[in-house]
């Protein structure tokens, strides 16, 4: 490590996305990651490999800081490297990095940047200045007092999700979702005056529904280093998304596959923006053209993050290579197949109809290369066994409810 200090990777967050860094971290290096955040909630409860830092209020940014000022000055024998896995918590983290990096290294993107790209309707337009294809986009923008609805000449349904998600973070409403299917102008109407009486103040994006089930989609990881070179790719090919009004749209299973066609256009992007440190796409295949329909970029390793290191190339290296080691990293484009699963097999198989994807699942499971990220051997307790068990009946519960057959449109 760098100045012969030790690595402290220290983590904001509590979801499966954080243990999946921890887990990563603890294979590559054998380190214990320090977990901040309000609660231990389940993906990293009762964990040997993280140690928690509970703060009162994990939705305040100033509690949060204090508490990662708190925990460095704790460990001064430490290299510290802090990361985080959601876009308000990248931001809390951006908007702090002067105070932050006194003491951590941090690994992330500038604010303007991170406004930029952020914002799914400045990322359609980035985009559609490149030649990537995105779904037609109208922007809502709710910041003005003399505030009048947007005029809305796409077909029904169509889409409807905030364009920062860290805006649209603390906003509760009856029928909040995360993303929103719109059939009916009526629908879109009653939204707006759901936000607007809510005091969202932020802008919301209304976009085409690109046709197709949740198999028409990919995921895109990368890595960009120091120097500006793209050391890390790695896609796969999504087979069913988590349906829970919060969770719409976060891939529960996926194939790692391949496709070089499509990490060029995340290429293009990541090159043409001067893109910094990790990035998750999100891509969907058109199935009326065929064409890659690029929806946004998380500017973070993102949720399932997991489906890398299971096909070998663990991202931390990545990181700790680039920002703690100060080494250049040889690229590495991901080819390995594995299944990436927080399902049970028998629901995943369920509602993979594609006769070929589904012989590939199948296949998959047989040869035993199958990820879950909570399964990790070497921390097993028997109360983390519970709750992953726990966990996988729980899904099949949230399908019954949420999801029950699968639809043309993923929706």
Same mark, same amino acid.
Request: charged share 25%; net charge neutral; aromatic share 8%.
């Given at each position: 490590?760098?100045?012969?200090?030790?690595?402290?990777?220290?983590?904001?967050?509590?979801?499966?996305?954080?243990?999946?860094?921890?887990?990563?971290?603890?294979?590559?290096?054998?380190?214990?990651? *320090?977990?901040?955040?309000?609660?231990?909630?389940?993906?990293?409860?009762?964990?040997?490999?993280?140690?928690?830092?509970?703060?009162?209020?994990?939705?305040?940014?100033?509690?949060?800081?204090?508490?990662?000022?708190?925990?460095?000055?704790?460990?001064?024998?430490?290299?510290?490297?802090?990361?985080?896995?959601?876009?308000?918590?990248?931001?809390? *983290?951006?908007?702090?990095?002067?105070?932050?990096?006194?003491?951590?290294?941090?690994?992330?993107?500038?604010?303007?940047?991170?406004?930029?790209?952020?914002?799914?309707?400045?990322?359609?337009?980035?985009?559609?200045?490149?030649?990537?294809?995105?779904?037609?986009?109208?922007?809502?923008?709710?910041?003005?007092?003399?505030?009048?609805?947007?005029?809305?000449? &796409?077909?029904?349904?169509?889409?409807?999700? $905030?364009?920062?998600?860290?805006?649209?973070?603390?906003?509760?409403?009856?029928?909040?979702?995360?993303?929103?299917?719109?059939?009916?102008?009526?629908?879109?109407?009653?939204?707006?005056?759901?936000?607007?009486?809510?005091?969202?103040?932020?802008?919301?994006?209304?976009?085409?529904?690109?046709?197709?089930?949740?198999?028409?989609?990919?995921?895109?990881?990368?890595?960009?280093?120091?120097?500006?070179?793209?050391?890390?790719?790695?896609?796969?090919?999504?087979?069913?998304?988590?349906?829970?009004?919060?969770?719409?749209?976060?891939?529960?299973?996926?194939?790692?596959?391949?496709?070089?066609?499509?990490?060029?256009?995340?290429?293009?992007?990541?090159?043409?923006?001067?893109?910094?440190?990790?990035?998750?796409?999100?891509?969907?295949?058109?199935?009326?053209?065929?064409?890659?329909?690029?929806?946004?970029?998380?500017?973070?390793?993102?949720?399932?993050?997991?489906?890398?290191?299971?096909?070998?190339?663990?991202?931390?290296?990545?990181?700790?290579?680039?920002?703690?080691?100060?080494?250049?990293?040889?690229?590495?484009?991901?080819?390995?197949?594995?299944?990436?699963?927080? &399902?049970?097999?028998?629901?995943? &198989?369920?509602?993979?109809?594609?006769?070929?994807?589904? $012989?590939?699942?199948?296949?998959?499971?047989? $040869?035993?290369?199958?990820?879950?990220?909570?399964?990790?051997?070497?921390?097993?307790?028997?109360?983390?066994?519970?709750?992953?068990?726990?966990?996988?009946?729980?899904?099949?519960?949230?399908?019954?409810?949420?999801?029950?057959?699968?639809?043309?449109?993923?929706?």
């Amino acid at each position: 490590m760098s100045e012969s200090l030790p690595l402290q990777p220290v983590i904001l967050g509590a979801d499966i996305g954080v243990y999946a860094m921890a887990r990563s971290f603890h294979e590559a290096y054998g380190v214990t990651s *320090v977990v901040v955040a309000g609660a231990a909630l389940g993906p990293v409860a009762h964990s040997r490999i993280v140690r928690h830092e509970i703060v009162a209020d994990g939705h305040d940014p100033r509690q949060l800081v204090d508490r990662l000022l708190e925990v460095a000055l704790g460990m001064p024998g430490k290299r510290l490297l802090l990361m985080a896995n959601s876009d308000w918590l990248v931001r809390v *983290v951006v908007q702090h990095r002067v105070e932050l990096e006194e003491h951590y290294v941090v690994p992330f993107l500038s604010e303007d940047l991170l406004d930029r790209i952020s914002d799914k309707a400045t990322f359609a337009e980035i985009c559609t200045d490149l030649g990537i294809s995105v779904p037609r986009t109208i922007v809502q923008d709710f910041g003005g007092p003399e505030w009048t609805a947007e005029p809305v000449d &796409l077909d029904y349904p169509l889409i409807a999700k $905030a364009a920062s998600s860290a805006d649209y973070q603390d906003v509760e409403f009856e029928g909040k979702k995360k993303v929103f299917e719109i059939a009916t102008p009526d629908e879109l109407s009653w939204l707006w005056q759901a936000l607007r009486a809510a005091g969202f103040r932020g802008r919301f994006v209304v976009q085409e529904l690109v046709p197709g089930d949740d198999t028409q989609m990919r995921s895109i990881t990368a890595y960009v280093d120091t120097r500006g070179e793209i050391t890390l790719l790695c896609s796969a090919h999504v087979l069913l998304e988590e349906h829970t009004p919060s969770g719409l749209g976060n891939p529960a299973a996926m194939i790692t596959t391949r496709d070089d066609a499509m990490l060029d256009q995340a290429r293009m992007f990541l090159a043409s923006t001067g893109y910094r440190g990790f990035a998750n796409f999100d891509v969907k295949v058109d199935p009326r053209t065929g064409a890659f329909r690029f929806f946004e970029v998380n500017p973070r390793i993102g949720r399932n993050n997991y489906y890398v290191t299971a096909a070998g190339a663990n991202p931390m290296r990545f990181v700790v290579e680039d920002h703690v080691d100060g080494v250049a990293v040889e690229p590495v484009v991901v080819d390995r197949e594995i299944l990436y699963s927080i &399902l049970p097999h028998r629901l995943l &198989l369920r509602y993979v109809k594609d006769p070929a994807l589904n $012989a590939r699942v199948r296949r998959l499971v047989r $040869a035993k290369a199958v990820a879950h990220p909570l399964r990790y051997a070497r921390d097993l307790s028997p109360r983390r066994r519970l709750y992953v068990a726990m966990a996988l009946v729980n899904q099949v519960r949230k399908f019954r409810r949420y999801y029950p057959e699968v639809t043309s449109t993923g929706f």
